[in-house]
Nanobody, 112 residues
């Protein structure tokens, strides 16, 4: 049972990144999936959430209008498309399955 994130990296302000989280070992479509992030010296915070069927989504205020969460239940994968990135988006981004499983995280750095 695991979640494996990928797609992080260094990007300039205003740029875009797409994070992926591949799930295995559980029935992916049954569970809501979320992306969280944790910046240095700060608490982990929710970025976006999608329901099991993918129809319902919600976003934190910083993510609204810039980030899009989506999922492909056939591929057991959840995505986070991040646009118009800002330096304050720099953080480790974590995937989370609603029954309590965390991924290992992927670093996103927004800097010129």
């Amino acid at each position: 049972v695991q979640l494996v994130e990928s797609g992080g990296g260094l990007v300039q302000p205003g740029g875009s990144l797409r994070l992926s989280c591949a799930a295995s070992g559980f029935t992916f479509s049954r569970y809501g999936m979320s992306w969280y992030r944790q910046a240095p010296g700060k608490e982990r915070e929710l970025v976006a959430h999608t329901g099991g069927a993918g129809g319902s989504t919600r976003y934190s205020d910083p993510a609204k209008d810039r980030f899009i969460i989506s999922r492909d239940n056939a591929k057991n994968t959840v995505y986070l498309q991040m646009n118009s990135l800002k330096p304050e988006d720099t953080a480790v981004y974590y995937c989370f399955a609603a029954f309590g499983l965390w991924g290992q995280g992927t670093q996103v750095t927004v800097s010129s």
